[in-house]
């Protein structure tokens, strides 16, 4: 994942710096977490275990919405882990697979948007999505990608407001799915977004949140 190195950071340090040697009784906990927006707030919450007494190791994996930890028999993992996470808006759930980010923003209704790519599922041809006579924005995305989230939103109200407008989004799930290899070799962060005119033409291309830029962007294709 080429995140930023902030965020790599308290990774590194959740998940192998300044580990502790694993006691004997140490057992291994997974716990789902649900309701949650983005792969910060599950960093944060290792972090946080990492210092615990009695915590050897904490691991946050953003694609299946999971914790893993490692601590002492003595050491209450469900019972920290559910306190931090009801602290921050979500729930957590005992055991692994269970784990959930929350859902995209609601399209009005009879607007032009729907998701192309779902699970990572390769996309041959972007060409074929692009919706004749309007503008058409292409968004890579991921669940757990908090600015793409706040792009969504944003094209929401877009939709609201004009119906020149064609929305497709793409969810990446992880940057090793076959969809990412074919067109975010070159793209360090998400969202990845397209623009195209009403002739198919590419208007501009870009990444991360940059909502004044999306706007001029479709200004722009839906004057040609």
Request: hydrophobic content about 45%; overall charge negative; charged content about 25%.
């Amino acid at each position: 994942m080429r995140s930023a190195i902030a965020l790599s950071s308290v990774l590194c340090l959740a998940a192998c710096g300044g580990a502790q040697p694993a006691a004997a009784d140490a057992r291994t906990t997974v716990v789902s977490l649900r309701k949650i927006d983005c792969e910060a707030c599950g960093a944060e919450l290792v972090a946080d275990l990492r210092e615990r007494p009695g915590v050897y190791t904490a691991t946050f994996d953003k694609r299946r919405a999971e914790i893993a930890v490692t601590a002492s028999s003595s050491f209450d993992v469900a019972g920290a882990v559910k306190r931090l996470a009801a602290d921050e808006g979500f729930e957590a759930v005992i055991g692994g697979g269970k784990g959930q980010y929350l859902g995209w923003a609601t399209f009005p209704e009879g607007a032009d948007a729907r998701t192309i790519a779902d699970g990572g599922a390769d996309v041959p041809d972007l060409g074929v999505h692009i919706a004749p006579g309007k503008v058409t924005v292409i968004d890579f995305a991921a669940s757990w990608c908090l600015p793409c989230r706040k792009l969504d939103a944003h094209m929401a109200e877009v939709l609201e407001a004009r119906r020149d407008v064609a929305y497709r989004k793409l969810d990446i799930v992880d940057w090793d799915t076959p969809l990412a290899r074919r067109y975010l070799k070159q793209v360090s962060k998400l969202p990845y977004v397209i623009v195209y005119d009403p002739t198919g033409a590419q208007v501009d291309a870009f990444v991360g949140l940059e909502i004044d830029r999306l706007d001029a962007a479709i200004e722009r294709g839906a004057r040609r």
